[in-house]
C-alpha cells in the first residue's frame, strides 16, 4: 500500500532533508587521502545528532554505522570502518536521517581527487540519470515512467544499471511502497498521485549489472570488479510538479587535500 503524504508532512520530510543535505556536504568536505570511512561516519553522526535528529541508519535490522560508505566497486552498505581513502577513489555515500518522527534519504558518489576517465563519466552519467528522472515524478505519470528514463540515460552511455536494487517509497519508515526498479518499460507501474514520496536512487556500474554480497551480509559489489557509483534523491510528487526533498546542485567531485 503506497501511503501518501499530506503537504504539511511533506514540509517536515523537508525539514530532515535539509539536515541530510548538510551532512552530504560536512562529509563531503572531508573527503580525501587518509581519512577512514570510520571518521566519515563520526563526523556524520554526532552533526546529524546536533541538530535534533536521528541517523536512520544506525541500528536499523543491525547495521552498525550511521551512514554507508562504499568504495569503488562496492555498489551500496558499505559498513563503515578502517578502509583509508586513496587518490583516485570513488566513495559512495548514502546517509538517512530521522527528524520528527519522518525519515529523508539520499546519497552521492564522491570521487578522492582526480579520478579516471571510466570513473569520471560513470559519476557524471549516474548523478545525471538522476537529474534526468526528476521531472518523471510527476501527477500522471506512470511508476515505469521513471525507471525508463534512468535506464534510457544510462545505458545510452554505455554503462549498466544495477537490477537487484531498487529504490523505494519512504515516509515514517525508511521503506515503504513502492519498490522502484531503475529499468524498465515506460507507461507502466502505479499512476503517480501528489502526496507520494519516493527514493529515487540509481545504482550504475561501469562493466555487467550482476552484483554479489560479501561476507559481512551488508555489503555489495559489482560481480565484475568494475566500478560502481550511486546517487539518490528522496522526492515528493506534489500537484506543482516533483519537489526534491534533498536537493543539491554542485558538481559530485569532492576536492582531495
Same mark, same amino acid.
Given at each position: 500500500?503506497?501511503?501518501?503524504? +499530506? &503537504?504539511?508532512?511533506?514540509?517536515?520530510?523537508?525539514? !530532515?532533508?535539509?539536515?541530510?543535505?548538510? +551532512? *552530504?556536504?560536512?562529509?563531503?568536505g572531508?573527503?580525501? &587521502?587518509?581519512? %577512514? @570511512?570510520?571518521? *566519515?561516519?563520526?563526523?556524520?553522526?554526532?552533526?546529524?545528532?546536533?541538530?535534533? /535528529?536521528?541517523?536512520?541508519?544506525?541500528?536499523?535490522?543491525?547495521?552498525?554505522?550511521?551512514?554507508?560508505?562504499?568504495?569503488?566497486?562496492?555498489?551500496?552498505?558499505?559498513?563503515?570502518?578502517?578502509?583509508?581513502?586513496?587518490?583516485?577513489?570513488?566513495l559512495s555515500? #548514502?546517509?538517512?536521517?530521522?527528524? #520528527?518522527?519522518?525519515? !529523508?534519504?539520499?546519497?552521492?558518489?564522491?570521487?578522492?581527487? =582526480?579520478? =579516471?576517465?571510466? /570513473?569520471?563519466?560513470?559519476?557524471? %552519467? +549516474?548523478?545525471?540519470?538522476?537529474?534526468?528522472?526528476? &521531472?518523471?515524478?510527476?501527477?500522471?505519470?506512470?511508476?515505469? #515512467?521513471?525507471?525508463?528514463?534512468?535506464? %534510457?540515460?544510462?545505458?545510452?552511455?554505455?554503462?549498466?544499471?544495477?537490477? =537487484? *536494487?531498487?529504490?523505494?517509497?519512504?515516509?515514517?519508515?525508511?521503506?515503504?511502497?513502492?519498490?522502484?526498479?531503475?529499468?524498465?518499460?515506460?507507461?507502466?507501474?502505479?499512476l503517480?498521485?501528489?502526496?507520494?514520496?519516493? /527514493?529515487?536512487?540509481?545504482m550504475?556500474?561501469?562493466?555487467?549489472?550482476?552484483?554479489?554480497?560479501? #561476507?559481512?551480509h551488508?555489503?555489495?559489489? =559489482?560481480?565484475?570488479?568494475?566500478?560502481?557509483?550511486?546517487f539518490?534523491? $528522496?522526492?515528493?510528487? @506534489?500537484?506543482?510538479?516533483?519537489?526534491?526533498? $534533498?536537493?543539491?546542485h554542485?558538481?559530485?567531485?569532492?576536492?582531495? /587535500?
Amino acid at each position: 500500500m503506497i501511503v501518501k503524504k +499530506t &503537504p504539511e508532512q511533506i514540509d517536515k520530510m523537508a525539514a !530532515a532533508g535539509d539536515i541530510l543535505v548538510r +551532512t *552530504l556536504e560536512l562529509v563531503g568536505g572531508k573527503i580525501r &587521502p587518509g581519512v %577512514t @570511512t570510520k571518521e *566519515l561516519d563520526q563526523a556524520a553522526e554526532t552533526f546529524i545528532r546536533s541538530q535534533g /535528529a536521528e541517523p536512520a541508519f544506525k541500528g536499523y535490522r543491525g547495521f552498525p554505522g550511521s551512514i554507508c560508505a562504499s568504495p569503488n566497486s562496492m555498489v551500496v552498505h558499505g559498513i563503515p570502518g578502517p578502509y583509508e581513502l586513496e587518490r583516485g577513489d570513488i566513495l559512495s555515500v #548514502d546517509v538517512g536521517v530521522v527528524y #520528527d518522527g519522518w525519515v !529523508a534519504d539520499a546519497a552521492r558518489t564522491f570521487a578522492v581527487g =582526480s579520478v =579516471s576517465a571510466v /570513473a569520471s563519466k560513470l559519476l557524471e %552519467t +549516474t548523478q545525471g540519470s538522476l537529474f534526468a528522472a526528476v &521531472p518523471a515524478c510527476a501527477p500522471g505519470n506512470r511508476l515505469g #515512467d521513471v525507471s525508463h528514463t534512468i535506464q %534510457t540515460h544510462v545505458e545510452a552511455e554505455g554503462l549498466s544499471i544495477v537490477r =537487484s *536494487l531498487v529504490g523505494h517509497g519512504i515516509g515514517r519508515e525508511m521503506h515503504e511502497d513502492p519498490q522502484i526498479p531503475n529499468y524498465g518499460p515506460p507507461g507502466r507501474g502505479p499512476l503517480l498521485e501528489p502526496g507520494m514520496v519516493l /527514493a529515487i536512487e540509481p545504482m550504475v556500474t561501469a562493466g555487467r549489472h550482476q552484483v554479489r554480497m560479501a #561476507d559481512d551480509h551488508w555489503s555489495i559489489f =559489482s560481480q565484475d570488479g568494475s566500478l560502481a557509483a550511486h546517487f539518490e534523491f $528522496t522526492i515528493a510528487v @506534489t500537484a506543482e510538479g516533483p519537489r526534491v526533498l $534533498t536537493p543539491w546542485h554542485e558538481s559530485a567531485h569532492a576536492t582531495a /587535500a
